[in-house]
């Protein structure tokens, strides 16, 4: 059943949660119906009433215990993660780790909701008032996730919103509800208010009907850049949180230690087979290296073979769906008929696809400009660092992007011009730590995660001056 | 003329402004066309290329000119305000003043963008990687500013924008282009790069098809809410800080100076004939000093003569036009005849409305759910303080309240309690110094103004994370 | 034995340790001696090679361990502290709790010591130049705590020290030696390495050796005033913070809830048998509620009956010795013969002073001007507020001061007006919660403790400035 | 005559200012004596009851106005400096235009005291009770000044002091006091509070009683490390900061940009004469390139002729006095009879020294251990980064060091291992902006400058506890 103002509730209407692995069918869920939607949504604002006078010592105690519960729980969820998605037992187990840890770290924040004093005194119509600004909680939650990290990106959205003192409700992607169910199992354990805990698997169409309603005060949404910006444009005077897709680039320069960065580049655009917000999906690599590079990553790319994700090892899973796979292979065909060259992969079998190296792909090509979502990577020259930046700006997306250099020049140069959310060096852009701020710009998104920055997005600021004549 | 990429231009189409104490024509503007509009994005966008590489000492020294330039033309400045706009001489004055520090502030900001390094190692993960963010300009900045205030709330958009290193369009409201215009040229005198300086008087159509239009980066919109709240949601995937109306509350407790708080609340809610947005509009009495208060405020309000603007001393001028105290007039009428009663005023002439005060307004109507924006204010008595919040807290709209006391505990329980952006103590929430962060919750806008705020909402992070292995 | 390097010590040398309530010794450790001071030395300087390369997620690690530590053996440390410092048992049970979250807090912080990156470009001078400033541990912490919360202070400062990455060397009170190398062997079980944990009971005189010399980086000396100042003036070119003594004031204003007032004054009097440095000394009435609160004070005064410190609800324990005992009465005693009217205790038995409240005391004497540090205190009517701020500030110390007020302007006026690290509004100027900066001004001491403050004070910034030409 | 309480006083006590240049007598000026010490603390303590209540906008104003007034006096400011230091003038030009910024700074500086509201409620303890923090003036400020940059040093100290609120007592080198006396005239017209105004030129003797004396609260001094590491030994209570001497040392890579280095190194070690704290003084060259630098430095040292300081052009001046340079030369010389090889320079003739380079000398020799304050600079090779950065550590100060490298990994490691209280990269030790922090470790100082930095040390924190029960 889902949860409802921290309780179990049914409805007549199913979801089929399938183990993309063998596409059988794994579990069923009951599915959220309007009016479902509707007691979640009073339920959450009577819950807000409570969450907002939480102390901060009662907020990390509910995180901290929330936190312990999952790392206490860390077998069923990964059992759990590599059934609803396919995901790759290592990977599950690395998943469950980091969402305890982003539950911890939001502990952490929870009792630093510190303000600010300001001098209003610059001017003398300042004379005699102080300023005091303070962050307060900004009400019910809206947390839509998806597929392919259910239960960190969900931990992301959930974690800071209790320690800003909201109330939430959850709405998991359909393909995976489980994990979110089980974390808001969990939540009820810990003394957080039971009418804030909402948990609803749903209709798209159901969702979309709470995004424009206006009791709700932030809509926190992880997903497609479609789905996200059209949601945006419905949610009314609501604030939104948007992470949506990218295309990430990353450049290896002449001076760069290549093993390295060819080792990392070969899991950046492999792990979750590809399904990453931030997976690598464009290489760019300096003239000079750029034979050298792409016989290493063939070879990298032709050893990974995909295997059963329950076993321990296995580094290649499944896609998370047969029509995922088509797209993808849909994209690959089409660059493979415009000129590109297929130097690996593009083989499949059930919902695995090999994986994909493509050089000679042109600028407009889906391989490109659109994200991919599978373990299917490009390879392109370049002359200068200006080019190579200039053809990674020429995409509709910027979220994040990497170099492999050594050059305290070029590293300011790519951070200053690069049009990114966020840049990473000498490592690949599919970097995050669940502290550090991330989100991007153009069409891959607005505001910041991590739980620092969403609080401060699940916030809102409020002035008090205080004249003393 | 107007300015495109600061030069002056000219059109076919022109904009007559009328001096709302005679209703004659003082001036006329030409008005910018749809090609026009397109020639200023473009010159924007090129001028942003160099506006974003300006250093910090660069921009401070442009601002400061800037600063000085206004206060240099002051005389002409105030003639502009006079006559565009109705403003009354002294009013005139001080909103040159505080143009002149507005800038003054941005200039001072604009030296102090600093960021902040992250220890990325709280997880194992983030070990030997370091994390630094920054913010850099975000584009060409869109300005739409309202008639009541031109020059300083123009000041308040180009100063932040200038000093986080953006481009502009600034487009003046219709019935006050005058002062906007004056800005502009004098800006190009400082240096600043001429594509970035655009301000075009244009039609409200010619202005949403630049609200939609990608090129444009940031909407920084002060104006009504209807038009603010319609623009956001046509303006795509761009940030927008809006900035809209308020029907501004007041509490008088049993424990306040009568006296002090009387001649406050006659300032708060008759300057600029209340044509303000956070203009004294509710003024809310413990029981104990109703009566007393009710007869100082009448008494105060009807020693206020509506006069002529030019006169240096005259307290009181016209509304802006016609229309504007037609539309008041309408709203006191509905009110006098659903049981309010007029205590003084709803007296006019010519453009002018006396000073009216208003009692026993019941909640729904207009004069208490709407914004008067002249002259106006109701008065209500109250028995607790949780009874005055939860009346001030029944309305669309959360700007700033205020709250005349000298209990902590009241004003600790009214700051909290109270949902607005600004809660002044001890003075009207009218009351606005140019440094502190200025904005409102529900319908009366998003985002905050205060050159340390806006160039905030300006400007976009953008992590840099070195990896050191 | 103690422990230097992690490794448990003996000496030839003893210290007793013996139980205020009965004068009867309870315990003996070995008194380092010189040669195991230089061991300490050596030994922390070879650890602070590994402390300061120590992770923020390493840090934390270690420092909760300690905390859930500290926690599990709860019952020991509280029969440790009713042993060797004579405290109530309630009070020994509080202490613990707090150094649970004291050492908690410090681990919060350890993941908190972010950086600035500041613009230079302000001048022509810094174009092109980016300044970054980050803090580093500064070395090996020389950690003196006094007998009165010999388990909480040495948290105060072993916390912070290991959160800043330092090593560090604890020298406790001879009085109170077991619950800091209970502490100690806390710690040498988390990981944290064993070079880094030296803590060692020795003479004054050994103490000031190693105050005195170069390699010790940071003393941290919580204690007298007279020894602390002139350890700080043998401390040579490294940093001191020191927390002495107060003769700590409240106000009681004539708009205070005389009950509330009066109960917090007897407990900020009384607990510790008022060896705080923080205990209500003086207090100051407002001559309309003067007569009234004297009573009310005396009345409570007279029910708190001193007791057995093993006894769950006894208030009241013992002093630290006869000594002390002694000089408290001497200081009552003078007080006496020079006009100032006992209204109750003076009484002793054993080593119990009864609570003793003084009306009528002059300022030049003792217990108006020194610290008492025992269940004493003085009362005194004022007219004014500025008289009675006169008086507070006419003390050789500025530790904490109180006020009971509701007034805002009161509040503003006694914050600005009053000298002293810190002031508290409606409690006791004995407040302190293990998160805020605590220190005092004048007499007092120099620097602030609390997790936060206390790792600034032990860190040393290192600016880096980036040229990019 | 000095300046007491902002007015003009005479002694019967003369200081004599000679001109480096021709050792001829330029002025006199009259010396303080004890009780015109007493006087002036005495004013200041007067003129701190006004200054510490200073708004922000005063103090903004009075500092802006003193920046645009020593502009306006620049061209006497250049004549006294070159009179009274012997500095060429085109750093005394430079100097007058730092000290205009420095104020400049003061002045933006002064308005973002600012202060922080922190959350009590990190434990129930806490629960109700809110924490702010703001910083308070300190009382009066003693500034002792050397006579490298009499200007803007004198500037660094009085900017903060009047920014943060304080009043002071300025001390200038007996060499050259012209300047400081100038400054505090300047300061007079500002509208800053006459008493606070004290410029006394007087004997060590006098200065260190002042030193000593209670009623003052800070202590700034620039100067030799002996005497300031004695000053504040015998300073009681009160704070100290420091800024002492250095001897600076500098990397070149191997993979630098040697033209580039040798030019800037060039700068750093013969500007002013080499009378800067911050002078190259050390250089370390990477084996590979270490013959290809010194050959190219040699050139470059032979190429700079002392010459006249009237004359603009001219890049070296005299030394302050022929004492002055029998010490650099004993040292050079000391070096030469150890084995060290005088590869240029060493020549002098009056109290100019020619620009000195060596080769060779080992690491216990003056001319490495101590501060030369001379155009003298050594070189030596070295194989590692790790070697290079053991030699820099091996001296008893640590001010500022630089490295010429790209590699970002040489930068971290330098910048982590190197002990100094900046590090600069691709640029010269020697470098200063005067926004920046700037200050040492060990032998060379405590506390930092820079106006943001001194005002934090020149104000004193007080916390705030506000419950509300």
């Known amino acids: 059943g889902f949860i409802i103002g921290g309780e179990i509730k049914k409805s007549s209407d199913f979801i089929d949660v399938i183990y993309p692995y063998t596409d059988e069918r794994f579990a069923s869920v009951y599915s959220a119906s309007e009016s479902d939607a509707e007691d979640a949504i009073i339920s959450s604002q009577k819950g807000f009433l409570k969450t907002k006078k939480l102390k901060s010592y009662q907020k990390r105690r509910i995180l901290e215990k929330l936190s312990d519960l999952i790392c206490e729980h860390k077998d069923l969820f990964v ?92 709405k998991p992607a359909s393909k995976t509800p489980l994990s979110a169910l089980l974390l ?73 230690d290549l093993n390295y960065a060819a080792e990392k580049i070969t899991t950046g655009a492999l792990a979750n087979a590809g399904q990453v917000c931030i997976s690598v999906q464009r290489i760019f690599a300096h003239k000079k290296i750029y034979e050298e590079l792409l016989k290493s990553l063939k070879e990298r790319f032709e050893k990974v073979i995909p295997g059963d994700p329950e076993r321990s090892g296995v580094m290649l899973g499944p896609l998370i769906s047969k029509d995922a796979l088509k797209e993808a292979l849909s994209k690959i065909d089409e660059a493979e008929q415009n000129g590109a060259k297929i130097l690996c992969g593009k083989k ?30 490009t390879i392109s020259p ?75 997005e699940m916030t809102e600021e409020k002035l008090l001056v205080i004249n003393n004549p």
């Open 348 to 377: 499949f079998e059930n919902n695995f696809l090999y994986p994909t190296l493509i050089s000679d792909a042109s600028i407009e090509l889906a391989v490109s400009q659109t994200e991919i979502f599978a373990p299917a990577a």
């Open 79 to 170: 059992e759990i993660l590599i059934k609803e998605g396919g995901k790759v037992r290592d990977l599950s187990s690395a998943e469950v780790e980091r969402a305890v840890e982003t539950i911890k770290i939001s502990a952490e924040e929870s009792v630093r909701m510190d303000g600010d004093i300001i001098s209003l005194d610059r001017t003398i119509q300042g004379e005699d008032h102080t300023g005091l600004i303070r962050r307060f909680p900004i009400g019910t939650v809206l947390a839509i996730t998806p597929f392919n990290y259910p239960l960190n990106l969900a931990c992301h959205k959930i974690g800071p919103a209790i320690a800003a003192g909201n109330s939430f409700i959850l």
């Open 184 to 256: 808001g199992h969990l939540l009820i354990k810990t003394g957080y208010p039971k009418d804030a805990v909402n948990v609803i698997p749903c209709s798209s169409k159901t969702a979309e009907n709470m995004v424009t309603d206006d009791r709700i005060s932030y809509l926190s949404f992880t997903g497609s850049p479609a789905v996200g910006w059209h949601l945006k444009s419905v949610a009314g005077r609501k604030k939104a949180g948007l992470e949506l897709g990218g295309n990430a680039a990353v450049i290896v320069h002449s001076d760069a």
């Open 382 to 456: 370049y002359n200068t660092l200006e080019e190579a930046i200039e053809k990674i700006n020429n995409s509709p997306f910027g979220l994040q992007a990497g170099i492999f250099t050594k050059d305290i020049g070029n590293i300011r140069f790519f951070y200053e011009e690069t049009y990114a959310g966020g840049i990473i060096v000498n490592d690949i852009p599919t970097y995050r730590v669940d502290c550090m701020p991330y989100g991007g710009v153009k069409m891959s998104g607005s505001g910041r995660e991590g739980p620092r920055y969403a609080i401060r």
